[in-house]
Structures are given as structure tokens and as C-alpha cells.
């Protein structure tokens, strides 16, 4: 199986409950979304093709244990999901970010799914029942409409029962105080993510 590859590389993961471990990204190419707030744009035409065992090799060389699959959206491509295969077979700890408009069905249970809901946006909310209490749901919030959104939609489903709930401010537009304090006002059950790759780096650059 071959897949199209953005790039791979070896950081420290910047979001999630998992924010700051030592982390191999795996960006895949393409994506049927185009959020205005997109940061890894250039993955959607962007990539080479790869085996899988390419992949693997690759993954093992850096040393680190834990790998998340990324895009773009990973799922448009049918053979991540032998790469999520192998990899847990391998003993990885692997977590994939999905953009949450394309079914979580085939996804392997032993990978862990950060699930972006749009703000709204081309959301298939019959993704939600798939989720594991191991699983977690981001929500980037750009403005008041957006989280106003997010928290009719953490309440509707009981998101904050089912995994882990992650509120993130677009960086550079809105300001992350102010979503600190609306989150605190309304005393919602959710951790409020900032993105730290981009506070170490220039928020711009790639390959971290």
C-alpha cells in the first residue's frame, strides 16, 4: 500500500493532553476541507508517494514511541489505516487527527482520535457516538459566535462525559485570555489549548 506523504518529522507534540512529549508527526496529503484558519495548507497539494513499509522505517529511525498521524485529512487516504495497523502492532502509541467530516468507523480502536468540530462547519456529528473516553475533541475558536457554538455542542451531546474536550484560539486572532475568561464565566468542563509549538518556533515554520 502506498500512501502520499506532506512530511515526517521529529517534534514535540504542541497540542492535546499530550502537549509537550517528544512525538514523530506523520502529515499525509490532501484534505476536502478548507478552514480559513488552516496552518498546514501546503499538505494539500503537497507530498510524495510511499510504501508503507517506507513509512515505517522512517517512523522507527527517530526512537520515539509515540506517533501521530496528521494532515491534512489522513482519512481520505485508504492506507493509513494499514499504517495505523502496523504501527500498533509495532507497539506504538499512536494518536490521529482527523478533521471529523469523514466516518471514524475503520479507524483501529487502539489509536487514540483528536476530533476537530468545525465552528461551525461540515461536521459528521454521528462521529460523536464513535468516540472512546480516551479520545479527545478540539474546537479552534477564532470568535464569541464560534465559541458560543462549541458550547451549545459540549452541552447538546455531554461532550465533556464521553473524552476529553479541547477549546484552542485561533493563534493571532483571538487573544487567549479572552477565551480563558469565557470559559471560566460559563465554567465549562474543558482544558483551553494553546498551540506551544508556535510559542518555541516561528509560528510559521514547518517541520515542528
Known sequence: ????????FHSVQGESRHAGRPCVFVRLSRCNLRCTWCDTAYAF???SDMPVGAVLARVAAFGTRYVL?????PLLQEGVHDLIGELCDRGFEVAVETG???DLAPLDPRAMVVMDLKCPGKNRLENIDLLKPADEVKFVVADRADYDWA?????RHRLAD???V?????HGVLQPRR????????????????QIHKYIWPPDMRGV
Not at 1 to 8: D, P
Not at 166 to 170: A, C, E, F, G
Request: charged letters at 25%; one cysteine or more; proline letters at 4%.
Open 1 to 8: 500500500m502506498v500512501l502520499t506523504i506532506n512530511e515526517i
Open 45 to 47: 497539494e503537497e507530498g
Open 69 to 73: 498521524i496528521t494532515g491534512g485529512e
Open 100 to 102: 471529523g467530516s469523514l
Open 151 to 155: 458550547r451549545e455542542i459540549i452541552a
Open 162 to 164: 464521553r473524552c476529553g
Open 166 to 170: 479541547l477549546l484552542s484560539p485561533v
Open 179 to 194: 477565551l480563558a475568561e469565557w470559559i471560566l464565566t460559563d465554567r465549562l468542563p474543558v482544558r483551553l489549548q494553546l
